[in-house]
């Protein structure tokens, strides 16, 4: 079982979600971070002084899949998640240990 | 010979600040709680700066031309005292300095122009938007004012708009539905208020405000002006309770944004009625524009698929409507001399039918030609990036929030 973080822009969000569920991806969970990699931060402008914000509002997307499913879903959040644009975001992906259902007590890939 | 009343002149000072408060930063609030956190600074801004420019417009040659001395053919005074040159401080308007009344009718100029961006936020030039307010204030606002106020044909025909039912509401509802139409459906038309608590706030600084947009249109402290206020909460009340039972019933509880939504109806209805009907005739206006709305918000807006976004023909328009309607059926003569269907005078109602059908038209039409030109010319819609980043960011270069 992987873990998929991935870093996306905000204005994205709604697009991704949709296409997860529609590969039948419907659990995860979503956070609003503030980060950079290489784009440039964003200015703002208050009384004549301009400043260049470092660090951008970007959602955190969380999720856990099973290792038949991973490349699909790393495919379908890259395309949806896509602008071509400096600031289109990253995904990291590491082992996942164990996964329980905590209704069902559930474990391993029947809980994912 | 009339003289200044200290106590009329004290009570519509008062009232012209409760009517800038419904503006700045009433409209502001109610309507940025309602909008994406993206966009929050922009639809203040939209306000802001319509207000502003109704404010210079109206001492300019807008007061001139809404309610000169002498109305030619009830189109349009003939305009003197470009810039209030020549008005002299203790010139008097009833019992009232003359630039008291400029002022009281000069907030009631920029609330109408802020109402309208209620329906185009998101999505609108701030070019556009500007450029729009001018030429509508010119060329809708100013000549309905005269008509219906400032001794044009409708108000020679015997039009009653006690505070505004047609000149603010009716107009700003169906000039936001023209706008709307012209700059299109947002790519994201979901209404999820990022700050719903910023639209209580905003709601109730209206509703505070429009004792002063009610009552002071009494024009003098006077039990009409407390008959207004009286009437115009007992309607708020009533449509806030009934649009709060019609959500339990229809959606299964009761919300927050429907009980303000209901409130802001009621004072849109009663405004027209407010110095002409009575306790009774108030409850009705109330109780059934809730209905009226609510079916303008929920049925009438997915059925035609126009994007006006905060429904600002839904409440503002169509509660207009039924309340310019409701004063020609309940107009109490007791109250203020007027009598409506209800006391022997079905003629009123005709009148008002007459009056709404002309302000709904013309605004529409006009703001229509408007927008158009401007949408040919310079482009009235933000380019889709734009859009979906955010107006703060693009427009403005900031951002409502730091978290």
Not at chain 2, 138 to 151: D, K
Not at chain 2, 175 to 189: D, E, I, S
Request: with cysteine.
């Amino acid at each position: 079982m992987k873990r998929i973080i991935a870093v996306i822009r905000q204005e994205k969000f709604e697009s991704v979600k949709k296409a997860l569920i529609d590969a039948g991806c419907e659990g995860m969970n979503v956070s609003e971070v503030k980060g950079r990699g290489r784009q440039m931060g964003i200015r703002e402008s208050y009384r004549g002084s301009s400043y260049c914000i470092d660090l951008i509002p970007k959602t955190r997307l969380e999720l856990v899949v099973n290792d038949e499913d991973l490349e699909r879903i790393l495919d379908v959040i890259v395309e949806s998640a896509h602008t071509g644009e400096v600031g289109d975001g990253k995904i990291f992906v590491s082992d996942v240990a164990e996964v329980i259902r905590i209704r069902t007590g559930e474990r391993g890939s029947d809980a994912v | 010979m009339v003289m200044l009343s200290t106590g009329d002149t004290a009570w519509v000072l008062i009232a012209s600040l409760l009517v800038l408060l419904m503006s700045i930063p009433g409209v502001a609030f109610f309507y940025s709680g309602l909008t994406k956190r993206k966009n929050v600074l922009n639809t203040m801004f939209l306000t802001f700066i319509a207000f502003s420019i109704a404010s210079v417009i109206w001492v300019a040659y807008g007061y001139p031309f809404a309610f000169g001395d002498v109305s030619i053919n009830g189109l349009i005074s003939q305009p003197a005292h470009f810039f209030m040159t020549g008005i002299g401080i203790n010139d008097l308007t009833g019992s009232i300095p003359t630039i008291l009344f400029i002022v009281f009718q000069l907030t009631f100029a920029g609330l109408t122009a802020a109402l309208v961006s209620g329906a185009i936020v998101g999505r609108m030039k701030t070019s556009a938007w500007m450029i729009f307010i001018i030429a509508w204030v010119s060329l809708v606002y100013i000549p309905i004012a005269h008509w219906v106020w400032g001794g044009g044909w409708l108000m020679q025909m015997g039009a009653l708009d006690f505070a505004g039912g047609t000149v603010v509401h009716i107009n700003s509802g169906v000039t936001a539905l023209a706008l709307a139409l012209v700059l299109g459906k947002r790519k994201n038309p979901s209404l999820l208020p990022h700050n719903l608590g910023y639209s209580v706030l905003g709601a109730g600084l209206l509703w505070f405000g429009w004792m002063g947009f009610n009552g002071g249109s009494a024009l003098a402290a006077n039990g009409l002006a407390a008959s207004a206020i009286l009437v115009s909460n007992v309607a708020a009340a009533t449509a806030l309770i009934t649009w709060v039972l019609i959500d339990t019933v229809k959606v299964g509880k009761p919300t927050m944004l429907g009980a303000i939504t209901g409130g802001v109806a009621g004072l849109v209805a009663i405004t027209p009625a407010a110095g002409f009907v009575d306790v009774p005739a108030a409850i009705i206006i109330g109780f059934v524009t809730a209905f009226v709305s609510y079916y303008a918000i929920y049925y009438l807006k997915s059925k035609f698929g126009y994007d006006d976004a905060l429904d600002v023909f839904g409440v503002h328009g169509l509660s207009g409507v039924w309340g310019a309607i409701a004063t020609g059926i309940f107009a109490s003569p007791a109250i203020n001399g007027a009598a409506g269907l209800l006391f022997g005078n079905p003629n009123q109602l005709t009148i008002q039918i007459i009056s709404i059908i002309v302000t709904a038209v013309y605004a529409f039409v006009v703001s229509i030609i408007l927008a158009k030109i401007l949408d040919k010319t310079i482009g009235i819609r933000v380019d889709e990036k734009e859009e979906i980043g955010g107006l703060d960011a693009n427009l403005h270069n900031e951002s409502g929030y730091r978290l």
